[in-house]
C-alpha cells in the first residue's frame, strides 16, 4: 500500500503547541505506541524538483501526484518498504510526464516542456508564417556551443524536448542535443542534394528525401519505421495535419499521406513541377508550382478550389495569414497576394530573383530577393514600409522571433533589424540560407555547414561565454 503525504512548513510546530495547551491532568497524553505493540516505520521522504527543459528555470504550478496518494505538492513521504514510486509531474501550459522513480533516492529532478515553445517543422506552423510567438529571446546573444555539419544546411532545425533535427545536403539527418550540440543519433538518409526540414509527430519524424522518399523515423532512436515513395524528386518540406503528411514533388503531384495507414488519400496531378512545401490553414492546402501558379486544394479530397497565377515560377513556400495568402514570384522578383478564395490583391516587385518564403507578423509581409534588400510590406496593400540593404543576396525565407526579422544572405552574414521599424540591431559574421529556428531557451543560427546555439544576455551571467552584441560588435565564433 503507498502511504504518501505532501510535508507542509510549520505543520509540526503548529502540532506540538496545539497539544501544549490541550493536555490536562485530567486528560493524560496517550503513549506514542500501544504496549506491545511495534512501532510505526518513518515513512521516506522525496522531494522533487520540476525544471522547464527549455530554459532550466523552474516550473511555476507544477504539483506531482502519484497513484493512491493524496498531494498537491512537490515533496512526497513513501512507505520504507516501497522500491519505487509512479510519479507524475504537471503544470499549467506543460505537457504532464510519468517516470518511475526509486523510492530511496531522496530527490529526483523532472524535466517539463511547454507544446507552444517548440519549432515543429519548417515555418514554425502549418501555415508556413515564419514566426514563432511563444519564443522572445533576443540580441544581445551569447554562443553556448557551435557545430560544424559537413555539408550545407540548406533549411533549418526543427526543434522538440530539448533536441534539435536538421539535415544535410549530403543526406545525413542528425539530432543534437539542444544542451551542448552533441550527437544523439545520425541517420544516413541515402538521399543526394538534400533540402528540407523535416517534422515532428508526436514520437516520431516525418522527413522527405530528395531521392523521392518519404520516411517515417523514431525520435528517440533514428530508426526508420517505414518508407513510402512518391512518383520523383522531393524538396519540399512536411506539413503534418491530422495525421496526413502533406506535400508535393518534381513530377508535379501532390500527396495527402496518411501516416497510420501508409497510404495516400489522394493525390492530385498538377502537372508541373513543385519545389514548394504546402501550407495548410483550415480545410484548404496552399501551394505553388513552376508554371507560376498558386493552387489552393481541398485537404479532405485533393480536389482544386482554385487556381491563380503568380507570373513566373514559384519556388518557396506560400504563407498564409489573415486572410490572405502571400505567394513569392521567382522569376518576376515579386511578391505576390491573393485572399484565401483565389482573388488578386496586389504584387511588389524587386528588380531582383525571389526564392524567399515570406514571413508575416502583425499585419506586415517580410521577404528578400537576390538585390540583397530585405522587404518589409503592408499585408493589407503591399505598401512598402520599409526595406534594409542586407549586403548580400538573399534567398532563404526571413523568420520573426520576439519583434527582431533575421535573414540570412549569401554574403555569409544573418542581419536582424526591428520588424516594426527596420532599424537594423544585430548582425552574425556566418549565414546563408534560413536564418533561425529554436526554442524558448535557445535560438540556432545557420551557417553554409554549421549551427550555433545562442541564448539571450539576460538568461546567463557566464563571463566565459562569448557574446554577440549588436551589428557593430558581432564577434566571430
Known amino acids: 500500500m503507498v502511504l504518501l503525504a505532501v510535508t507542509g512548513c510549520g505543520g509540526a510546530r503548529h502540532a506540538a503547541t496545539t497539544a501544549a495547551t490541550t493536555t490536562t491532568a485530567s486528560q493524560p497524553a496517550a503513549p506514542a505506541t500501544k504496549p506491545g505493540a511495534r512501532p510505526k516505520p518513518a515513512l521516506r521522504r522525496l522531494r522533487v524538483t520540476v525544471i522547464d527543459g527549455d530554459t532550466g528555470m523552474p516550473v511555476p504550478g507544477a504539483r506531482v501526484t502519484a497513484p493512491g496518494a493524496k498531494d498537491d505538492g512537490l515533496v512526497l513521504l513513501a512507505h520504507p518498504s516501497l522500491r519505487s514510486l509512479l510519479v507524475t509531474a504537471s503544470a499549467p501550459r506543460y505537457t504532464p510526464r510519468t517516470l518511475e522513480v526509486r523510492a530511496n533516492a531522496g530527490s529526483t529532478t523532472v524535466t517539463l516542456y511547454r507544446p507552444d515553445g517548440q519549432w515543429l517543422m519548417y515555418g514554425a506552423g502549418p501555415t508556413r508564417t515564419q514566426y514563432q510567438p511563444a519564443i522572445q529571446l533576443r540580441p544581445p546573444f551569447h554562443i553556448l556551443w557551435g557545430r560544424n555539419l559537413r555539408s550545407l544546411i540548406e533549411f533549418p532545425a526543427v526543434v522538440a524536448d530539448g533536441v534539435a533535427y536538421v539535415s544535410n545536403a549530403h543526406g545525413h539527418l ?163 497576394a491573393f485572399t484565401t478564395r483565389g482573388q488578386y490583391l496586389w504584387h511588389v516587385s524587386t528588380g531582383g530573383l525571389v526564392y524567399t518564403a515570406p514571413a508575416v507578423w502583425h499585419g506586415r509581409v517580410y521577404f528578400g530577393s537576390y538585390t540583397g534588400y530585405l522587404y518589409c510590406v503592408s499585408a493589407s496593400s503591399g505598401r512598402v514600409l520599409w526595406t534594409l540593404n542586407a549586403g ?86
Not at 211 to 227: D, E, I, K, Y
Not at 267 to 294: E, W
Not at 419 to 432: D, I, K, L, Y
Request: proline letters at 4%; glycine letters at 12%.
Open 174 to 336: 542528425f539530432a543534437l542535443a539542444m544542451r551542448n550540440g552533441s550527437t544523439v543519433w545520425e541517420l544516413n538518409m541515402n538521399t543526394h542534394d538534400e533540402a528540407s526540414s523535416p517534422a515532428v509527430v508526436g514520437g516520431n519524424l516525418v522527413a522527405h528525401a530528395k531521392a523521392g522518399r518519404v520516411l517515417l523515423v523514431n525520435r528517440a532512436t533514428g530508426h526508420v519505421r517505414w518508407s513510402y515513395d512518391v512518383s520523383g524528386e522531393i524538396e519540399s518540406s512536411p506539413v503534418v495535419a491530422g495525421g496526413v503528411d502533406y506535400l508535393g514533388d518534381w513530377a508535379g503531384d501532390v500527396y495527402a499521406l496518411d501516416l497510420r495507414t501508409r497510404k495516400a488519400r489522394w493525390v492530385y496531378h498538377d502537372g508541373c513541377k513543385i519545389t514548394a512545401s504546402a501550407a495548410v490553414s483550415g480545410g484548404t492546402i496552399y501551394l505553388g508550382d513552376y508554371c507560376g501558379r498558386v493552387i489552393a486544394l481541398s485537404r479532405a479530397t485533393g480536389h482544386l478550389l482554385w487556381s491563380a497565377s503568380a507570373g513566373s515560377p514559384v519556388y518557396g513556400t506560400a504563407a498564409v495569414a489573415g486572410g490572405r495568402v502571400f505567394v513569392p514570384s521567382r522569376d518576376l522578383g515579386a511578391l505576390y
Open 392 to 477: 548580400g543576396s538573399i534567398s532563404g525565407s526571413p523568420t520573426v522571433v520576439a519583434g527582431i526579422v533575421y535573414a540570412g544572405t549569401f554574403a555569409h552574414r544573418i542581419v536582424g533589424a526591428s520588424a516594426a521599424t527596420g532599424r537594423q540591431v544585430f548582425s552574425f559574421p556566418h549565414g546563408e540560407y534560413v536564418p533561425v529556428s529554436g526554442n524558448r531557451g535557445r535560438l540556432l543560427l545557420y551557417g553554409w555547414a554549421s549551427l550555433w546555439a545562442v541564448t539571450s544576455q539576460a538568461r546567463t551571467a557566464s563571463p566565459s561565454l562569448r557574446t554577440i552584441r549588436s551589428s557593430h560588435a558581432a564577434s566571430k565564433p
